[in-house]
Structure formats: structure tokens, C-alpha cells
Nanobody, 123 residues
Framework: QVQLVESGGGLVQAGGSLRLSCAAS????????RGWFRQAPGKEREFVAT????????RYADSVKGRFTISRDYAKNTVYLQMNSLKPEDTAVYYC????????????????WGQGTQVTVSS
């Protein structure tokens, strides 16, 4: 099993920045890819960004490209999501996820999830 714990959410004005962290523990050697998803009220959970554990290769949703940056600290088993130029439409619960399948793309293909952290962007 792998445990994921997010931190760093909060309330910020539009145009501001936040950094989310996701610390992993347990059988982390089995995890090949880490990701961030988000879910706004009344909407489905959607992909935000992913990072391949071994190569550091990243991928972003079009809606956050150029504003968000995913990164990892290999030694600390921690993944970060730096969010800049935040918009009200970024308001959601952000979830950290991990998968043993490097080709995973959809939420149901991820094996482990954090509890979520609320991000609220005011206009």
C-alpha cells in the first residue's frame, strides 16, 4: 500500500499563487507515475498534471498549461504542484494520486489517492 498526504491548499485572490505538496509513504517503489487531479462542485474529477517518477517527464491539462508546474523531490517521495496566475475557475478540491501503470491517464487507472485539499480562488 501507498499512503498520500496533501497539503498547501487555501484561499487566494485571482492572480495569486499556491503550492500544493503530496508526500508519499509505504511501498513507494511500486509507483511509476504521480499526478494531480481536481474536482469542482457538481463536476467530474479531471486531470491536472502528471509526472513520471523515473524520468521526470510531465504532462498538463490545456487549462493549466503555462500556469501550473508539477515537480518531484525523489529523495523525499514528494510531488509538488506550483500554481500561478490562479483563476476563479481553478477552484476545486485537488487530489494527489499515484499509479503503478506508467500509461495511466484516467482517474480510475490510478491506484492510490490522497484525501484532497481545497483550493479556493476569489475574484
Amino acid at each position: 500500500q501507498v499512503q498520500l498526504v496533501e497539503s498547501g491548499g487555501g484561499l487566494v485572490q485571482a492572480g495569486g499563487s499556491l503550492r500544493l505538496s503530496c508526500a508519499a509513504s509505504g511501498r513507494t517503489f511500486s509507483v511509476l507515475k504521480r499526478g494531480w487531479f481536481r474536482q469542482a462542485p457538481g463536476k467530474e474529477r479531471e486531470f491536472v498534471a502528471t509526472i513520471i517518477r523515473s524520468t521526470g517527464d510531465t504532462r498538463y491539462a490545456d487549462s493549466v498549461k503555462g500556469r501550473f508546474t508539477i515537480s518531484r523531490d525523489y529523495a523525499k517521495n514528494t510531488v509538488y504542484l506550483q500554481m500561478n496566475s490562479l483563476k476563479p475557475e481553478d477552484t476545486a478540491v485537488y487530489y494527489c494520486a499515484a499509479t503503478v501503470a506508467v500509461g495511466a491517464t484516467l482517474p480510475h487507472e490510478y491506484n492510490y489517492w490522497g484525501q484532497g485539499t481545497q483550493v479556493t480562488v476569489s475574484s
